[in-house]
């Protein structure tokens, strides 16, 4: 499966982006989806992933009550829904695909990987 991440950009302070992450091939739902990210100078954490029919979400305590992930499999797109951004929000985020469905906050539980989109949050 190939992704394709998009819709980071610029946000102030309690603003909100969505991010998106289009994927091709035909057998997108037999993956879990993970968005990851990457802050300057830091290792990439774990941020939220969505089980096969959407109907699992798990976040990281740091996202959590802020962020939504939520996957339409008829479009083949997971989505990261971002409200009350922070500046520490700052990061590349990627989107992920994993055949497993435990160790979903695990990176090297997912083999697939979108390309990055960069999430600016200003003061």
């Known amino acids: 499966v190939q992704l394709q991440a998009s819709g980071g950009g610029l946000v102030q302070a309690g603003g909100s982006l969505r991010l998106s992450c289009a994927a091709s091939?035909?057998?997108?739902?037999?993956?879990?989806m993970g968005w990851f990210r990457q802050a300057p100078g830091k290792e990439r954490e774990f941020v939220a992933a969505?089980?096969?029919?959407?109907?699992?979400?798990f976040y990281a305590d740091s996202v959590k009550g802020r962020f939504t992930i939520s996957r339409d499999n008829t479009k083949k797109t997971v989505y990261l829904q971002m409200n009350s951004l922070k500046p520490e929000d700052t990061a590349v985020y990627y989107c992920?695909?994993?055949?497993?469905?435990?160790?979903?906050?695990?990176?090297?539980?997912?083999?697939?990987w979108g390309q990055g989109t960069l999430v600016t949050v200003s003061s």
């Open positions: 091939g035909r057998t997108f739902s037999r993956y879990v």
């Open positions: 969505a089980g096969r029919n959407g109907g699992s979400t």
């Open positions: 992920a695909a994993s055949t497993y469905y435990s160790g979903y906050h695990h990176s090297i539980n997912y083999g697939y």
